[in-house]
């Protein structure tokens, strides 16, 4: 009997420490193979990041390259978890989250990322209220986690941003979907300097500036992996329709002037000179080249003035110009006008407007 209950004892402790052994193996199988930007940084696995966004967003004002933002984060990630950060970009000086959208949804698939930064606000306030800038900041976030499930996103508040309905949008669509803000305004104030010191011009930071950006997020980052954070998700959206597909229509529908068409651009330098396009809403905005010779033009949507729109850049770029949000459902006519004046920064002979499409909903 003795026998049989030391048999039956040495089962049940070898058993366990089968089992004990099971889990352990298991825990760092799953150590192993981390499935979120936190994990990966404790594990020292290396990670791919993306940046969408505006001037901010590419580093303008830094003296190099090696003094933006994104370069000295990436040497804190390497020094602080040992591991290089791989970067993509989809960014563009002036842009609004209606560009940053559509530019992602033009571009090519990047795999996996485990991590992406979306930097927009404080050239949207320029064109649109907050309630249009939250419908594109909410359907570029969607787009973002629809096309790379497995990324955390990291909205950051811009320094120069001083519209706190657009701040408050920025923090409210972050917070429903589980990305975590960052906002600059905070750092630099607690600073002590003044934007003078920490700015090129008022707006895009220095090297002193892009500093703080760098110290600000790899310190929440380090908080964020110390508490094992969940990255952000997919949940249900805000606004009605927020799953925003962007179609870019080529299809003129009258032309009145001197417009010419070539390689896919409707180009004029004559003032009055028209080109129409059929659309059926909600929004509108235009793909054009913008350059050092660009012209101004007026927006007409339905007979009615909408706004006046400049083609002058100081680069030859093609631009995704958000132009109206929260049109009715239904037919609308947009008439482009070149007007009898060129921008003030334009200081050449020339005024050219040239437009290639119309960018709205997809179901058309």
Known sequence: MKRRKIGIYFFIITFIYGLYHLFDSLSKVEGANPTNMYQKLSSKENINYLIIGDSIGRGSGATSKSSAWFTRLEKHLNSEFGIKAKRHSIVQSGATAFEGLYKLQQSEHLGKIDLTFIVFGENDRKYMDETQFSYFYEGLIRKTKQLYPDTEIITITENPLDNEAFVQAIINISSHYGAKNVDMRKPFELSGLPAEELTKDLVHPNDDGYEIYADTLIKKIRELTGSHADIAELSAPIHENADIEISSIPHVTDISGSFIHKDGIWESRKAGDTLEYQFSGPFLG????????????????????????????????????????GLEDGQHLVKFIVANEKSVNNSTDDAVIQISSILTRADQ
């Not at 033009?297 to 003035?305: A, E, G, L, P």
């Not at 006046?308 to 995704?320: D, F, G, I």
């Open 286 to 325: 235009v793909d054009m080249i913008r350059s050092e010779k660009g012209g101004k033009m007026d927006v007409f949507i339905d007979d009615v003035y909408i706004t006046s729109l400049s083609a002058w850049w100081p680069l030859t770029k093609e631009r995704y110009q958000y132009i109206v949000s």
